[in-house]
């Protein structure tokens, strides 16, 4: 097959954002769009010449096209073999998996990951490296640059893989396997958790709904649950990946999947329901009448992990992303144990787990994970939660209060604002930024300023400095109000508000969290004036 070297023109608007590229599907479909793309990643990463390429996706529309594109791409420069998942599946978590285990130079994954899929919805490109989390931005800065002056690619004329049949061919002296993407990732979750524990615990009653939103898990879940686990089939929820994700939106929240939160504080609710998003790696759990924030989850988490069997030697440190609550904090001071606070977007909790430094990290966009791999993982967070709860025999409301009177509770809600202008999203930051020198000691009902400022971060293993991950009003232990400007989305600005107020008092526990947060969203108006900058009523999403 010969391949070819095709001109083209640069497109100016490749740069990645907190998690890979994402642009609307009408944009990735203009001529060399994602060609222009790939070639820059080969030009600036050499490494993956003569090496293994593994390719995944979440399914959604245009997932296959781009599949065949890339593996033409990788044949004319150089790869020596590529890995794809059977039907172009494989999630997020199970790529960075199968890099590591295959001994691969990198990775794609062609996923918008929660954002709405279909003609008219979002694509996406992330692009993984050895170790198997997301490249840096080093890397990517390259790329970006690249992308500004690319001026032909490389690609194999006529090749294509037949990706529903598993098998190994050839394209250009390239090696292609077709895998099943979901059986090394279950293998995986054997090693880590105790599945004849969880297995008896469903045979003795426990009940699990899990629903994959029309995304990536629902072949991982059926395998897992069902097939391994003897759940009965009806614990799966909408478990067919679908192009358009059914028209839905897989962002497993209180707004996006409100009808397992109705599930749950129904008669009959099940003992653990959970989610996840478009390409898999994202979480989100309850149990009857209790919803878990991301927050909570990481820090009851870490209070159990030792019970689980991968995870026997206990906690090394945390990571949280800055704008997640501090329960894991909490946690890890009560086990002596650090805890990081690192930039938004997982690639900056790499560098710890390679280094050895944390066992667990996790955000509260409901992303959770551990040395496992190297991005956050739902369908690992879902079985670390049964396995706990097969282990101590407690509901997750029980478990959840008893944490809270140990370690105290943190209140804790996001407020989005969605396709904003983005010069009203940047005129909200930079009013909150001039109030800066005069906020500290400054009170507001009974919290206190302690500290007002940009989030910067310098990491302890490279030593490389991020600067303006967000703007941050913290009142001491018992409050703090964040602000910082998406990096993911694909239409304007979306402005999002973190809120935290914590609680150590017996009394206090029990609160409805937007009752108890309440008084902070007075503040943070006062603050941001909102209203008044953006003409907004109110957020869009609240999560
Ligand atoms: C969001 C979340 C962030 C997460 C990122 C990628 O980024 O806030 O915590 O890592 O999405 O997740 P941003 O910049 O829009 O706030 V995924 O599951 O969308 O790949
Ligand atoms: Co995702």
């Known amino acids: 097959m010969p391949i070819r070297e095709i001109a083209t023109k640069p497109y100016l608007d490749q740069k990645f954002g907190t998690a890979g590229l994402r642009k609307k599907v009408v944009i990735f479909q203009q001529p060399h769009y994602l060609e222009n793309l790939l070639q820059s990643v080969f030009d600036c990463v050499p490494d993956l010449k003569g090496q293994t390429l593994v390719i995944g996706g979440d399914g959604r529309y245009h997932n296959r096209e781009a599949i065949q594109t890339a593996i033409a791409m990788a044949a004319a420069n150089g790869v020596a073999r590529v890995i794809v998942g059977q039907g172009g599946i494989v999630s997020t978590p199970a790529t960075s998996h199968l890099i590591r285990l295959k001994g691969a130079a990198g990775g794609f994954v ?12 979002d694509f996406g490109v992330k692009f993984n490296i050895a170790n198997g989390g997301q490249a840096g931005e080093t ?12 001026s032909a690619y490389r690609i194999a004329d006529g090749g294509h893989i037949d990706l529903d049949r598993r098998g ?15 059986a090394d990732y279950a293998a995986l979750m054997q090693e880590l958790f105790d599945f004849p524990k969880m297995r008896d615990w469903l045979k003795r009653g ?6 994959a939103m029309h995304a990536v898990t629902g072949p991982y879940a059926q395998r897992i649950f069902v097939d391994l686990l003897g759940a009965p089939p009806s614990s799966l929820l909408n478990a067919t990946p679908l192009a358009d994700f059914g028209g839905g939106h897989p962002d497993p929240n209180l707004i996006y999947a409100s009808h397992l939160v109705d599930l749950a504080n129904g008669e009959d609710a099940p003992d653990l329901l959970a989610a996840s998003d478009g390409d898999g790696d994202r979480n989100m759990i309850l149990g009857r009448r209790q919803f878990i924030s991301p927050g909570d989850s990481l820090a009851m988490l870490a209070a159990h992990l030792h019970l689980l069997p991968g995870y026997r030697e206990g906690v090394r440190g945390i990571a949280r992303s800055m704008p997640t609550c501090r329960a894991a904090d909490v946690v890890a001071a009560s086990l002596g144990i650090p805890c990081y606070e690192t930039p938004t977007g997982w690639k900056f909790f790499c560098n710890l787990l390679d280094a050895n430094r944390i066992t667990l990290c996790g955000e509260e966009s409901f992303g959770t994970g551990s040395t496992h791999v190297r991005e956050k993982d739902g ?16 509901s997750v409301q029980a478990l959840a209060q008893a944490h809270w009177r140990r370690h105290g509770r943190h209140y804790y809600c996001r407020h989005d604002y969605d396709e904003l202008p983005t010069a009203d999203a940047q005129a ?65 600005a979306t402005l999002r508000v973190y809120f935290e107020r914590y609680e150590t008092a017996e009394s206090e526990l029990g609160h409805d ?14 603050l941001l004036r909102l209203q008044e900058l953006t003409g907004r009523k109110g957020p869009d999403v609240v999560t």
């Open 428 to 492: 909200v930051m930079a009013g909150l930024k001039a109030q800066f020198p005069d906020l500290p000691g400054r009170r507001f009902g009974n919290w206190q300023v302690s500290l007002a400022d940009e989030f910067g971060y310098d990491d302890p293993i490279d030593g490389s400095h991020a600067s303006a991950q967000g703007l941050r009003v913290v009142f001491g232990e018992a409050a703090r109000l964040i602000v910082r400007l998406s990096g993911t989305g694909t239409k304007g």
């Open 206 to 211: 426990g009940r699990v709904v899990f629903d």
């Open 168 to 182: 190994i061919s050839q394209i250009d002296g390239m090696q292609v396997e077709v895998i099943d993407g979901v």
């Open 513 to 526: 969290s937007n009752a108890a947060l309440a008084p902070l969203v007075v503040i943070a108006e006062q």
């Open 110 to 121: 062609f996923s918008a990951s929660h954002n709405p899929a279909g003609p008219d919805g």
């Open 379 to 394: 369908l690992w967070a879902v079985l670390a939660w049964m396995n706990v709860l097969a282990a101590t025999g407690l």
């Open 139 to 150: 890397v990517t800065d390259a790329i970006y640059a690249r992308t500004k002056e690319v």
